[in-house]
């Protein structure tokens, strides 16, 4: 069975310093991974995906994540926070078998201080 | 290229009353996903549909329900709301062969008093 799981639930930084959101995936078979950001009351966004092509994934906003297979995690980077970065971070796992199937993390509230 | 659109935005209902939500899809796309947010259970899987064929259902009471038209809208229902309905719906969207990435309208928020 597929799962994600993000290691906090809510990560703060200030202004300026790096972000590190943090998930670990489970996956019988090479998985489909992505992050999407949800900003309060709307819709959740694509940030990026990974798909089996480069291990590094660049994405909008300046976010990036890095796929490792030995260690089995998908951590989702930002050089420097900015305030609009404030949100709810989900990473997601989607496997392929006649349909496709997405597996939730429960979300990383991302905290943004001046 | 317009987004997934998803109306209402916003409903009221009481118990007891049903409800219909309605999603359009990206164009193009023929896979229409629902799920559930709450605050206590996050983000649930209610079903997907491709070529108005339900290809997966989550694990939710026959209450709740959907289907596809031709032109790849999607309407789900639910009937003999309950309290614990109130929650932000959410549809997605995506190509359907694959797993590719979904595409998420900004939901339906619905309030059962």
């Known amino acids: 069975a597929q799962s994600v799981t993000q290691l906090d639930s809510h990560v703060s930084v200030s202004e300026g310093t790096p972000v590190l959101l943090r998930c670990n995936y489970s996956s019988s078979y090479s998985p489909s991974l992505f992050w999407y950001v949800q900003h309060p009351n709307k819709g959740l966004q694509l940030l990026l995906k990974?798909?089996?092509?480069?291990?590094l994934v660049k994405g909008i906003n300046g976010f990036e994540a890095e796929f490792k297979k030995s260690e089995t995690s998908f951590h989702l980077t930002k050089p420097s926070a900015h305030m609009s970065d404030a949100a709810e971070y989900f990473c997601?796992?989607?496997?392929?078998?006649?349909?496709?199937?997405?597996?939730f993390g429960t979300g990383t509230r991302l905290l943004v201080s001046p | 290229k317009a987004g997934v659109t998803q109306t209402p935005r916003y409903l009221i209902k009481t118990r007891g009353q049903q409800v219909t939500l309605s999603c359009s899809p990206i164009?193009?796309?023929?896979?229409v996903s629902w799920y559930q947010q709450t605050p206590g259970q996050g983000l649930q899987f209610l079903f997907e549909?491709?070529?108005?064929?339900?290809?997966n259902k989550g694990n939710f009471p026959g209450r709740f329900s959907g289907r596809q038209f031709s032109n790849s809208r999607s309407e789900m229902n639910v009937s003999t709301l309950e309290l614990g309905d109130s929650a932000l719906y959410l549809c997605a969207s995506s190509f359907g062969e694959g797993a590719n990435e979904q595409f998420f309208g900004p939901g339906t928020r619905l309030t059962v008093l």
């Open positions: 164009s193009g796309h023929r896979s």
């Open positions: 549909y491709f070529s108005e064929t339900q290809r």
């Open positions: 997601v796992v989607s496997t392929w078998g006649g349909f496709q199937k997405l597996v």
């Open positions: 990974y798909t089996s092509a480069a291990t």
